[in-house]
């Protein structure tokens, strides 16, 4: 019998031709979790990759609701070209430019700087299937994803930990478009310079204007949840890699159809290389937060392969078109006066016609958006989501997430280093571990098996309950990889180590839950589908 009154007691009986969200309750107008009943479901679908089982389970509303529920495999909508998009988007982000012309800016060759990025772009796409297919099998998001090696309550851990990042990015990235905005405002428009004069609270009149207008819209598009992102990130793609393509041959065109392949600090031997892999290694780092959620959007996947191709086209192709136009825009600038640029935004602000600098720096502010929407807005929404589920829905948890992102006036965290580095660079620390932990469960322990459904109870009995909802083991695996991870952060005589942390990181949460874990259980598969919730929402 169950003795916890926040469980409704929900089991699974057998196939019905009722949608696994009307037996729930789970329709578009609720947001909480299941109601009392049976609900009744598909045990397997045609394409499902879990054994056809139907395991009775007592759903919990602290666990469950429509936004934390498993995805149908009916109706998924993304496709190859939405998860192209998502790269084509966050590949070419003014940050990564900035990265990417800052090893040419060290000494490294076009050449060179190529083979950093498609060195980096090999162990991306690797790593990123592997974590896209979890999402693609289970159709949960990161918080719930978390639950299968932390336990239903310790996935708390990591999910803050990726949220805590993302939630003060969002705010900092906001911030850096509005500058862009801002200065975009007043060439088009001089009569608004009064306004950029004066501080209130650290901004301009006219810097707040600029902030609250793009905080608005991105909270517009996230409250109409992943679809409306997926829709934002097909319109976005298109248009950011036509700008920068355009950008890339209009300085190829002024600096006589040539290039500098390298600047007159040039590396070589053992430099060259150490800086080579080192910058393959810090790209797979930059992306040591998508590794951990792409479940996020990849539980709307419409098969393991449009993951593939999507990854494929999106992350090598796409990253070495990235890195081709890089060496372009950072080798015709230094051809041209022997300036090396810091990113994309110093070409903008050289075109000499007005038109074509607001079109382009409108492209980079869509651009912005992109890149914030999928990379700093969507986990917060969903660790809210996961803390809070009969209070939250996706739209509640994006707001509350917004609002942080405005309250701690991001403008001030930037320009405080100590934050940054300490703050934002100890969390970033920890993805590493935390990814490494995840991946050794769920694809070397437990070989992919899961049973999904009980990632929602918090019966003692499920499988995830571990000890109290805590898996101790995961945690001693953690505890001391992350401290070396940090060490390998701010400790000076490590800083050899730096660019290859999250690496050690993984590394060695992987090796050391692997030793912990029980390895002799036996593990096996059930599928969401009787308590799956439709995509679109």
Same mark, same amino acid.
């Given at each position: 019998?169950?003795?916890?009154?926040?469980?409704?007691?929900?089991?699974?009986?057998?196939?019905?031709?009722?949608? /696994?969200?009307? /037996?729930?309750?789970?329709?578009?107008?609720?947001?909480?979790?299941?109601?009392?009943?049976?609900?009744?479901?598909? /045990?397997?679908?045609?394409?499902?990759?879990?054994?056809?089982?139907?395991?009775?389970?007592?759903?919990?509303?602290?666990?469950?609701?429509?936004?934390? /529920?498993?995805?149908?495999?009916?109706?998924?909508?993304?496709?190859?070209?939405?998860?192209?998009?998502? #790269?084509?988007?966050?590949? %070419?982000?003014?940050?990564?430019?900035?990265?990417?012309?800052?090893?040419?800016?060290?000494?490294?060759?076009?050449?060179?700087?190529?083979?950093?990025?498609?060195?980096?772009?090999?162990?991306?796409?690797?790593?990123?299937?592997?974590?896209?297919?979890?999402?693609?099998?289970? $159709?949960?998001?990161?918080?719930?994803?978390?639950?299968?090696?932390?336990?239903?309550?310790?996935?708390?851990?990591?999910?803050? +930990?990726? $949220?805590?990042?993302?939630?003060? #990015?969002?705010?900092?990235?906001?911030?850096?478009?509005?500058? *862009?905005?801002?200065?975009?405002?007043?060439?088009?428009?001089?009569?608004?310079?009064?306004?950029?004069?004066?501080?209130?609270?650290?901004?301009?009149?006219?810097? #707040?204007?600029?902030?609250?207008?793009? #905080?608005? *819209?991105?909270?517009? +598009?996230?409250?109409?949840?992943?679809?409306?992102?997926?829709?934002?990130?097909?319109?976005?793609?298109?248009?950011?890699?036509?700008?920068?393509?355009?950008?890339?041959? =209009?300085?190829?065109?002024?600096?006589?159809?040539?290039?500098?392949?390298?600047? @007159?600090?040039?590396?070589?031997?053992?430099?060259?290389?150490? %800086?080579?892999?080192?910058?393959?290694?810090?790209?797979?780092?930059?992306?040591?937060?998508?590794?951990?959620?792409?479940?996020?959007?990849?539980?709307?996947?419409?098969?393991?392969?449009?993951?593939?191709?999507?990854?494929?086209?999106?992350?090598?192709?796409?990253?070495?078109?990235?890195?081709?136009?890089?060496?372009?825009?950072?080798?015709?600038?230094?051809?041209?006066?022997?300036?090396?640029?810091?990113?994309?935004?110093?070409?903008?602000?050289?075109?000499?016609?007005?038109?074509?600098?607001?079109?382009?720096?409108?492209?980079?502010?869509?651009?912005?958006?992109?890149?914030?929407?999928?990379? @700093?807005?969507?986990?917060?929404?969903?660790?809210?989501?996961?803390?809070?589920?009969?209070?939250?829905?996706?739209?509640?948890?994006?707001?509350?997430?917004?609002?942080?992102?405005?309250?701690?006036?991001?403008?001030?965290?930037?320009?405080?280093?100590?934050?940054?580095?300490?703050?934002?660079?100890?969390? $970033?620390?920890?993805?590493?571990?935390?990814?490494?932990?995840?991946?050794?469960?769920?694809?070397?322990?437990?070989?992919?098996?899961?049973?999904?459904?009980?990632?929602?109870?918090?019966?003692?009995?499920?499988?995830? %309950?571990? %000890?109290?909802?805590?898996?101790?083991?995961?945690?001693?695996?953690?505890?001391?990889?992350?401290?070396?991870?940090?060490? +390998?952060?701010?400790?000076?005589?490590?800083?050899?180590?730096?660019?290859?942390? =999250?690496?050690?990181?993984?590394?060695?949460?992987?090796?050391?839950?692997?030793?912990?874990?029980?390895?002799?259980?036996?593990?096996?598969?059930?599928?969401?589908?009787?308590?799956?919730?439709?995509?679109?929402?």
């Amino acid at each position: 019998m169950n003795s916890n009154p926040d469980i409704v007691v929900q089991p699974l009986t057998a196939p019905s031709t009722q949608t /696994a969200a009307e /037996a729930t309750g789970t329709g578009p107008t609720s947001d909480a979790g299941p109601g009392a009943g049976e609900p009744t479901g598909t /045990a397997e679908s045609p394409s499902s990759a879990f054994p056809s089982r139907p395991i009775p389970v007592a759903l919990s509303p602290r666990l469950y609701n429509r936004d934390l /529920a498993p995805t149908q495999r009916s109706g998924r909508s993304w496709s190859a070209y939405s998860i192209f998009t998502l #790269w084509a988007n966050d590949v %070419h982000s003014l940050g990564n430019y900035a990265f990417a012309i800052g090893l040419f800016a060290l000494g490294l060759g076009g050449w060179q700087v190529l083979g950093a990025l498609g060195f980096g772009a090999a162990l991306l796409f690797g790593l990123l299937t592997l974590s896209g297919f979890m999402g693609q099998k289970t $159709g949960v998001p990161f918080p719930v994803m978390s639950r299968i090696s932390f336990g239903i309550h310790g996935a708390q851990i990591p999910a803050l +930990i990726r $949220g805590g990042v993302a939630i003060a #990015w969002f705010g900092i990235q906001t911030y850096l478009a509005s500058v *862009v905005l801002r200065v975009l405002l007043v060439a088009l428009a001089p009569g608004l310079k009064p306004l950029d004069q004066g501080d209130i609270l650290g901004l301009s009149p006219l810097g #707040w204007i600029a902030f609250v207008s793009l #905080w608005i *819209v991105q909270v517009v +598009i996230v409250s109409y949840g992943m679809e409306m992102i997926r829709k934002y990130e097909a319109f976005a793609g298109p248009i950011i890699l036509a700008t920068m393509l355009a950008l890339a041959i =209009w300085m190829f065109a002024r600096a006589g159809f040539s290039l500098a392949w390298h600047t @007159n600090a040039t590396l070589d031997g053992p430099a060259m290389w150490g %800086h080579i892999f080192g910058g393959g290694a810090l790209w797979v780092s930059i992306y040591g937060t998508f590794v951990l959620n792409f479940c996020d959007f990849t539980r709307a996947a419409k098969s393991k392969a449009s993951i593939v191709k999507g990854n494929f086209w999106g992350i090598p192709i796409n990253m070495l078109m990235f890195g081709a136009v890089s060496v372009v825009l950072a080798g015709a600038q230094f051809k041209i006066d022997g300036r090396v640029i810091t990113s994309p935004s110093d070409v903008v602000q050289a075109i000499p016609n007005t038109f074509l600098l607001a079109g382009a720096s409108l492209a980079l502010l869509v651009l912005t958006i992109a890149v914030n929407l999928m990379a @700093n807005f969507v986990a917060p929404t969903y660790a809210l989501t996961n803390l809070f589920p009969k209070r939250l829905n996706f739209r509640k948890a994006a707001l509350v997430s917004a609002v942080i992102g405005l309250v701690i006036l991001p403008w001030n965290l930037y320009n405080n280093p100590a934050v940054i580095v300490y703050f934002l660079g100890g969390l $970033g620390a920890l993805l590493g571990p935390l990814f490494g932990v995840i991946m050794a469960d769920y694809w070397l322990v437990r070989r992919g098996r899961v049973k999904v459904r009980e990632l929602y109870t918090e019966e003692p009995t499920g499988a995830y %309950h571990y %000890h109290r909802g805590v898996n101790p083991r995961a945690i001693a695996a953690l505890v001391p990889s992350a401290a070396v991870a940090l060490a +390998i952060a701010f400790v000076p005589a490590l800083n050899v180590l730096s660019e290859f942390a =999250w690496f050690f990181g993984a590394g060695l949460g992987a090796v050391a839950y692997w030793l912990v874990a029980d390895r002799r259980r036996r593990f096996e598969d059930a599928d969401g589908e009787a308590i799956a919730v439709p995509v679109v929402h």
